[in-house]
């Protein structure tokens, strides 16, 4: 049975933060469904025991506890273990987890500990546990340590000589600044790889991106796009010199917790067969953030971190551009002070059109993608994205630039048969507004509107294939490697 040990900082329902959180929540479980040359997968995953884990699962039982060396003595590792659906979890507490910090918290020194001592003692652990995993799976640079050590130890200890790695991008740019310190005292010294830029050298993401027997970007757009110098952060020419064991895999969607059919919190249930319910959806939505019901109008909706990365600005300045046409349009979202501003003077100045919430509202957005006929994500980057995949589970047609998870999920309106959405290239107010534009002609013509939607409802977001792809990659290393 293939032995997999999933290493993350975050995963649902335990914690999380964001949409690593999604990924390392279900994945895991995806896996655990599939099975492998006739045999299940024995995947296991490990956690930082944080704070908020702590408080929901507090008495968790010790299994064991072990020294890890650093250059200012040994720190203590302790591991606990629990189950959750049929799925092993390991816990790793240790006095570099402090119990008041978040999960990201902005002192990099302390996240750089934290993880660091993390990602060793999860690796450490199989050891004491005497489970030899055949693959590590690490993901994002919270993890990466695990992958350099891994690589490093393998060479003088048997016990990880057939033991594999693979590492997943999330988000490329979030490299681990801050680190160094503790890979020095963790005895990580800098890489001398001239493939790594000067200032990459001891940093936990690059580090991993040359170590990793496998890395994986969350679309196959992404992993193409981290390779050129517009989305590479500087690691592009690192990435090409190892193109070779390079994939992209979608991420997949939490298929039965988002599902119109079944969703509580919206007000008419619905599903592709008969969209019909969706205008009282919208209607009351447009009624409860204080717009005046309307029919003929589409409804534009955002939800979205207010970050440089979404390009809530260039929502805004190109729902300015295109005032001149009807829409209206509700925006939910926190984040950068300054997008927020710009987001509450664009209702200042549309105050019959546009209402903005700055908050994180996980029902109203269910209401939302239930309600609104047009997401709109005109992202600068976008590794995979989820919400244009809820929006179309939802009916609500997706008008996003066309860059990463977006390109690879999303098929514009042009192709008459399978189109579910509309793209545009470059992420400026212009290009949006030309295809809002787009959008706001054929919203008009019903027979067109409704088969975009049907291709949006009927697209498979699950797990299963992308689950599969992992597998046959995991399968692959382990032949190849023996
Ligand atoms: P990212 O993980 O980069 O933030 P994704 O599109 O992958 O972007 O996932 C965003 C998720 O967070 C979606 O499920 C979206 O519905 C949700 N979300 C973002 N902002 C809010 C908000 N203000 N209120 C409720 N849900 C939000």
Avoid at 21 to 36: F, H, N, Q, R, T
Wanted: aromatic content about 8%.
């Amino acid at each position: 049975m293939i032995k997999i040990l999933f290493i993350a900082s975050e995963a649902d329902p335990l914690i999380k933060v964001g949409g690593l959180g999604d990924v390392a929540g279900s994945l895991p479980m995806a896996l655990k469904k599939i099975k492998y040359k006739g045999e299940t997968v024995d995947i296991r995953l490990a956690l930082p025991y944080h704070p908020v884990i702590r408080q929901k699962y507090p008495n968790v039982e010790q299994i064991t506890a072990f020294s890890i060396q650093t250059s200012s003595g040994p720190v203590s590792a302790q591991i606990h273990q629990m189950e959750l659906n049929g799925l092993p979890i390991y816990l790793i507490n240790g006095s570099p987890i402090p119990q008041d910090a978040p999960v990201y918290s902005l002192d990099t020194r302390q996240d750089g500990w934290k993880y660091t001592f993390f990602s060793i003692a999860a690796l450490e652990m199989t050891r004491h546990l005497d489970w030899q995993p055949d693959i590590i799976h690490a993901n994002d640079w919270h993890t990466a340590v695990s992958v350099v050590a891994l690589a490093r130890q393998k060479q003088e200890d048997p016990f990880f000589a057939n033991t594999h790695s693979v590492f997943t991008i999330h988000n490329l740019p979030f490299m681990g600044a801050g680190t160094e310190a503790a890979l020095d005292a963790f005895g990580i010294a800098p890489s001398r790889d001239v493939r790594l830029p000067i200032w990459a050298r001891q940093f936990p993401l690059p580090l991993g991106l040359l170590y990793a027997d496998h890395i994986v970007a969350v679309s196959p757009s992404y992993a193409h796009e981290i390779m050129t110098p517009e989305f590479g952060c500087g690691l592009e020419g690192l990435i090409q010199s190892r193109s070779e064991v390079v994939s992209g895999i979608l991420n997949g969607l939490d298929t039965q917790a988002w599902d119109p059919s079944t969703d509580k919190v919206i007000l008419n249930q619905y599903s592709k067969q008969d969209l019909t319910p969706r205008l009282a959806n919208k209607l009351t939505l447009e009624q409860e953030v204080g717009l005046k019901p309307d029919a003929e109008t589409p409804l534009l909706i955002l939800i979205s971190r207010m970050d440089q990365q979404k390009g809530v600005d260039i929502a805004i300045e190109g729902l300015r551009q295109t005032s001149d046409i009807p829409w209206k349009a509700i925006l939910l979202g926190t984040g950068d002070p300054n997008l927020e501003q710009a987001s509450r003077r664009l209702e200042v100045d549309f105050p019959d059109r546009v209402r903005t919430l700055i908050r994180f509202d996980a029902n109203l957005s269910r209401r939302m993608y239930s309600g609104g006929d047009i997401i709109l994500m005109p992202s600068r980057y976008e590794p995979c994205g989820l919400a244009q995949m809820i929006a179309m589970r939802y009916g609500c047609v997706p008008l996003a630039r066309s860059v990463g998870g977006l390109t690879d999920t999303i098929r514009d309106a042009a192709d008459l048969i399978r189109g579910n959405g509309f793209l545009f290239d470059d992420p400026t107010p212009e290009d949006f507004s030309k295809g809002l534009r787009r959008a706001a002609i054929l919203f008009g013509e019903k027979a067109v509107w409704s088969s975009l939607q049907y291709q949006g409802m009927q697209s498979d977001f699950s797990w299963h294939q992308s689950a599969v792809a992992y597998l046959k990659i995991y399968q692959s290393l382990e032949e190849r490697h023996g």
